[in-house]
T-cell receptor, first 116, second 114 residues
Framework: GAVVSQHPSRVICKSGTSVKIECRSLDFQATTMFWYRQFPKQSLMLMATSNEGSKATYEQGVEKDKFLINHASLTLSTLTVTSAHPEDSSFYIC????????????FGPGTRLTVL | AQSVTQLDSHVSVSEGTPVLLRCNYSSSYSPSLFWYVQHPNKGLQLLLKYTSAATLVKGINGFEAEFKKSETSFHLTKPSAHMSDAAEYFCVVSSTSGTYKYIFGTGTRLKVLA
């Protein structure tokens, strides 16, 4: 149990376009989902916390108008990178915290974004 | 506030020898602690977790970690390294109340020599 999926796994886009990444909890309900960014050979950096039905909470230094987060249901959160630029190229990872039970985040497999 | 320090950015061991990856934490609350492994271009895999039960935690693939409150440590060990253990390892602390945010260590890259 506790499986989280991300789609797409890889995306290449042109500079100036927008890209949407989906994060789904497949077999549990997630009140809270988290979005991370990971640069090569570095640790994960928390970008924002997404709560179902409310606005996301962004970490300091993360542009909320650049990285739009929507958490419309207890099983789906989306991250949209708007007007992407090459410096947005990175590995984006989501995680989900279960509604009941665990004090644990379950991680998706990540999405590799390359902006040309 | 919570924080976690991974004391070594790189560790090299020979295949068949013990592995020790060090992690120290700081937490105002009773912490939950985790170790994750990440292979190149892959997502995170949970190795083990401590959530205030037994202080010696056994995980997958022969890994274990001991929670030592007096030393604020949660070091990861394995008796005998395998080539497939070569990867990046992250120590994580999470508060048991509030937002359930994770605080990641900077990671330790484990290299296993043949």
């Amino acid at each position: 149990g506790a499986v989280v999926s991300q789609h797409p796994s890889r995306v290449i886009c042109k500079s100036g376009t927008s890209v949407k990444i989906e994060c789904r909890s497949l077999d549990f309900q997630a009140t809270t989902m988290f979005w991370y960014r990971q640069f090569p050979k570095q640790s994960l950096m928390l970008m924002a916390t997404s709560n179902e039905g409310s606005k996301a909470t962004y970490e300091q230094g993360v542009e909320k108008d650049k990285f739009l987060i929507n958490h419309a249901s207890l099983t789906l959160s989306t991250l949209t990178v708007t007007s992407a630029h090459p410096e947005d190229s990175s590995f984006y990872i989501c995680s989900a915290h279960a509604l009941q039970g665990y004090n644990e985040q379950f991680f998706g497999p990540g999405t590799r974004l390359t902006v040309l | 506030a919570q924080s976690v320090t991974q004391l070594d950015s790189h560790v090299s061991v020979s295949e068949g020898t013990p592995v020790l990856l060090r992690c120290n934490y700081s937490s105002s609350y009773s912490p939950s602690l985790f170790w994750y492994v990440q292979h190149p271009n892959k997502g995170l895999q949970l190795l083990l977790k401590y959530t205030s039960a037994a202080t010696l935690v056994k995980g997958i693939n022969g890994f274990e970690a001991e929670f030592k409150k007096s030393e604020t440590s949660f070091h990861l060990t394995k008796p005998s390294a395998h080539m497939s253990d070569a990867a990046e390892y992250f120590c994580v602390v999470s508060s048991t109340s509030g937002t359930y945010k994770y605080i990641f260590g900077t990671g330790t890259r484990l290299k296993v020599l043949a």
